[in-house]
């Protein structure tokens, strides 16, 4: 069976460290526990956390705001991570933010965290296979 997404990249973990980072310097680790970053063609990488109990989108979308906030509209890929004891790992999308990249960047890639625990880079279309 083959295997499902790419290696990662010098770029890609890169990406990972710099969601690492901003979880690790979080406003207030009882309210910040995923951080997401998103890395635009530009080379540009912006960051989000998710609010814990405000009813407020996880961190990806938050992520994709600031880039698209700035103006740096080409998402090329995105990551989130959560802790998990006293690691940090990375955290696959929900539904809701695959949707999101479907919508607003279908080339973009996003890395994901298998059940087995393999870390790899898909397109938006492979997190949501049936979309056409």
């Known amino acids: 069976m083959a295997r499902i997404g790419r290696p990662l990249n010098a770029k890609d973990r890169s990406l ?3 969601a690492e980072e901003a979880l690790r310097r979080g406003f207030d680790v009882r309210h910040h526990d995923v951080a997401a970053a998103v890395r635009t ?4 990488i912006y960051l989000g956390f998710d609010i814990i109990g405000l009813h407020t989108p996880c961190a990806e979308p938050v992520a994709f705001g600031a880039a698209v906030t700035a ?8 990551v989130a991570v959560c802790r998990a004891g006293r690691r940090i790992v990375v955290l696959s999308p929900c539904g809701t933010c695959r949707q999101m990249l479907i919508e607003y960047a279908p080339k973009a890639s996003v890395i994901v965290r298998f059940a087995n625990g393999r870390v790899a880079r898909l397109t938006a279309s ?6 056409v």
């Open 71 to 78: 103006g740096d509209r080409e998402i090329e890929c995105m």
């Open 41 to 44: 063609r530009s080379g540009a």
């Open 126 to 131: 492979e997190c949501l296979p049936a979309t």
């Open 16 to 18: 990972i460290r710099a």
